[in-house]
């Protein structure tokens, strides 16, 4: 991509807060889900978004996908603000938008055949005709390794990983650009979840797709992702290549992130928790850096005061141990 195409996705600080009501005698109160996101995606790349459930992953999807309108900020697409779009734009544009849900069992339905199913996919969005529909689905079976023999099955009659990629067949088949994987592969077994991976990485490079991976696996986020966004708290505190992010967290959540993983071989069998305390209530998160009351280097300006993004090379970390250092990556 020449640096003077704009990303194809883009989030200029993207905010989502849900007006709760109150109790007899209470004030209505505010849960902030996605707070002030700015994010960029390339055409072709692939943006992990990790964290700790609550911490606003698939909140932010559901904004991508127009599932939830925001409360603050802007989503561009191709350069354009889709927010500013008419009816018949925004329902043009969903047919470039897909998504992928984390359980592929309850997100198709039981009822219906794998070939009714995307059939009617075809069909509501205008896409072949009668005749041409049957060689249409064949072929999306095909692309993700299913054989179209097995069109006529419903989703009760194939595994997990099987319903999984019929899920995948039906985002692929109004053609999109831009695919949310919201824990596409966190209720697969291991074994799957690599051949689930392999395939989206494949139809990546075939069909030059776009990908938001939401995932709170690390290990999994890092095997398909080109950079990573670490939430906490529906903030980014951290985002950077994947790479540079495995090889030097800096963020003190990412690291704890990090001691958290499973390890394939303990050193020892007494288990230190990688974080100390809960995720807290995000209705009253705390005040100044909201990763204070869990951090180990927290310090008083942590408690007082937010910390701002600050950019390291080709990285940004919200944390005040490093707003003291200059932002040109020296």
Do not use: W
């Amino acid at each position: 991509m020449s640096d003077a195409e704009p990303p194809l996705v883009e989030t200029r600080g993207l905010t989502k807060a849900f007006k709760l009501h109150g109790g007899l005698g209470r004030k209505r109160e505010a849960l902030v889900a996605v707070d002030d996101v700015s994010i960029a995606i390339r055409r072709g790349e692939t943006l992990g978004v990790v964290g700790e459930s609550g911490s606003g992953k698939s909140t932010l999807g559901r904004l991508l996908l127009q599932l939830e309108r925001p409360t603050a900020g802007d989503i561009l697409f191709e350069g354009q603000s889709i927010l500013a779009t008419s009816g018949r734009e925004r329902r043009q544009l969903r047919k470039r938008i897909q998504v992928v849900f984390q359980d592929p069992y309850s997100s198709l339905n039981p009822m219906m055949s794998v070939q009714r199913t995307l059939t009617e996919v075809l069909a509501v969005h205008d896409i072949g005709t009668r005749e041409t529909r049957p060689a249409q689905v064949a072929d999306l079976l095909e692309r993700v390794g299913l054989s179209p023999a097995l069109a006529r099955r419903r989703p009760k009659q194939f595994s997990g990983g099987q319903r999984q990629r019929i899920g995948i067949a039906r985002a692929l088949a109004v053609q999109p650009d831009f695919i949310v994987a919201d824990e596409a592969v966190s209720a697969l077994d291991v074994s799957i979840q690599a051949q689930v991976l392999n395939l989206l990485m494949r139809l990546q490079d075939d069909l030059g797709l776009t990908y938001l991976f939401i995932s709170h696996n690390l290990s999994v986020a890092r095997h398909i992702s080109n950079d990573i966004a670490v939430m906490y708290l529906g903030r980014i505190v951290e985002q950077a290549p994947t790479d540079e992010l495995f090889a030097e967290p800096l963020h003190p959540y990412t690291q704890a992130l990090f001691r958290a993983a499973p390890k394939p071989v303990p050193r020892r069998k007494t288990i230190t928790p990688a974080i100390a305390g809960d995720i807290p209530n995000p209705i009253d998160r705390p005040s100044g850096c909201h990763f204070h009351p869990r951090c180990p280097f927290a310090m008083d300006i942590c408690r007082e005061q937010a910390p701002v993004p600050v950019l390291r090379g080709n990285r940004v970390v919200e944390c005040h141990l490093y707003t003291s250092a200059s932002t040109d990556g020296s």
